[in-house]
């Protein structure tokens, strides 16, 4: 697709059991855009990349070093880990406190080690970390905070966070409820991709009706989304078109996000995973049109 041109026409779509149906499909995928792109090609759609997020790495980080020193002083009773580009970015960044073998050994002192999701659980295999407790789907900050409070009260429990982007804000509001003293330490934060025209392209097509499935796998993804929107004054048009055409979300914390912008998505797998997603929203998308159709 020509990235400056906001006319494109869905193709016809083609039968049903072809998945997507030939139909146009916006993914706002960055770093793993191209693996999304080839899901939605193999379930017979046609994709429109749209990235929305780019990682910026701190510079100067020095809560990460704070973290590091007070993590080889035995001053955490918890650790939360919640990714995996993020325990790998923070290894990275502690390297002058504490090496990967340092890091490693610190984190089998600590009590309670978390990993939010598949991701940071495979690092901590890596590193030869045992024990650490793996939260259940769907991952989101309340999984999180129950497999915390499972292992005990939070009163006076010292916890320290791995940041994933953006501050999670109802999980430090919940713990610190409880009684614990949180720690955050951020080691990247969103950003707009440097280029944003084929976002903006894509939300024209949206908005225009050109495409009218859009798969979103994050919170961060639908506001930047809809920043951007507001920036090309599209927000009201692209919310009207997406309650008209197929809005899939990955998982519950994409959902909120989405319903805040006042969108009800109509796919949600069962699964938090990209591969579950676009299956998901491949098996349904045809249906979903058919019935908003006639309505």
């Known amino acids: 697709m020509d990235e400056h041109d906001f006319t494109r026409k869905e193709p016809p779509p083609i039968p049903a059991a072809s998945g997507f149906g030939g139909r146009a499909v916006v993914t706002f995928e960055s770093r793993r855009a191209a693996e999304m792109a080839s899901l939605v090609e193999r379930h017979g759609g046609a994709p429109i990349t749209a990235p929305t997020l780019r990682e910026v790495p701190l510079v100067e980080n020095a809560l990460a070093l704070d973290f590091a020193r007070a993590l080889g002083a035995g001053a955490f009773d918890a650790v939360i880990l919640m990714t995996g580009v993020g325990t790998r970015a923070l290894i990275e960044e502690i390297a002058p406190s504490l090496d990967r073998a340092a890091f490693a050994a610190a984190l089998g002192r600590v009590e309670l080690v978390v990993a939010r999701g598949p991701k940071s659980a495979a690092v901590l295999r890596e590193l030869g970390v045992s024990g650490f407790l793996a939260v259940p789907e769907p991952n989101t900050w309340r999984e999180v905070l129950r497999a915390v409070t499972d292992r005990g009260s939070l009163a006076g429990r010292r916890i320290a966070v791995q940041e994933h982007g953006a501050p999670s804000l109802e999980l430090y509001e919940a713990l610190r409820g409880g009684g614990a003293a949180v720690t955050p330490v951020p080691v990247y934060k969103w950003a707009l991709p440097e280029d944003t025209r084929p976002l903006r392209a894509a939300l024209h097509l949206l908005a225009a ?9 994050s919170r961060a993804q639908v506001e930047h989304a809809f920043a951007v929107a507001a920036e090309e004054h599209l927000v009201e048009p692209l919310r009207s078109a997406l ?36 299956k998901a929203a491949a098996e349904r998308a045809a249906s979903i049109l058919l019935a908003k159709e006639a309505t």
């Open 243 to 278: 309650q008209r055409g197929v809005v899939a979300s990955i998982g519950p914390v994409c959902t909120e996000a989405l319903r805040a912008e006042g969108l009800t998505p109509d796919v949600e797998p069962e699964h938090p995973r990209m591969g579950h997603l676009v």
């Open 209 to 217: 009706g050109h495409a009218r499935v859009a798969l979103f796998t």
